[in-house]
């Protein structure tokens, strides 16, 4: 039983204790994966995204605050990486292809609803397809959101209602 505490694992990874950094990736990484995933919609990209998440943040550890927990401020970083990403790429739509090419690769059953809000997420602005995927997809509170896009909890909760808005919108109009 490890009873080490959030602070431990930190002030080891501080010290360059490659088994805390293992630790802290193994807590950490799977949410980070998906989320890089949601938000590329390409398993390399958000490999590669998820890659330069930990290396940045074992190398800037000394940065951590303390003021939030050690996820968020992963959470954080991965969110800054990714919204770089997409910038550079220009990327706003997700390409069918790499949508089906995910399909054969990921064993989850797919419904036409499911790809219906998938294509409609894509063609969210990047910043807020963030919000929505940190509220909806990891259930984070507003509180949580705030610190990682480094706003106040108010503009979360408009944000949030603007990239609601939008994808009903567009869902509604692939309806008609």
């Not at 909806?136 to 706003?151: K, S, V």
Request: aromatic share 6%; charged share 30%.
């Amino acid at each position: 039983m490890n009873s080490k505490t959030e602070q431990d694992i930190v002030e080891e990874c501080r010290q360059g204790n490659r088994q805390a950094q293992r630790e802290l990736f193994e807590l950490t990484s799977d949410r980070i994966f998906r989320l890089l995933l949601r938000m590329t919609g390409n398993k390399d990209d958000a490999s590669d995204l998820s890659q330069e998440t930990y290396l940045k943040g074992f190398t800037q550890i000394a940065k951590f605050d303390g003021r939030s927990s050690i996820a968020t401020w992963f959470y954080r970083i991965a969110v800054n990486e990714a919204l770089q990403f997409l910038r550079r790429a220009k990327t706003k739509r997700l390409k069918l292809e790499s949508l089906t090419e995910d399909q054969k690769t990921c064993p989850v059953d797919t419904t036409a609803i499911q790809l219906d809000v998938h294509n409609a997420l894509a063609q969210v602005d990047s910043s807020d397809r963030a919000i929505l995927l940190l509220r909806y997809q990891d259930g984070l509170d507003y509180r949580t959101i705030a610190e990682i896009i480094d706003c106040a909890e108010g503009t979360v909760a408009s944000r949030l209602s603007r990239a609601r808005d939008r994808l009903r919108t567009i869902l509604q109009e692939s309806y008609d």
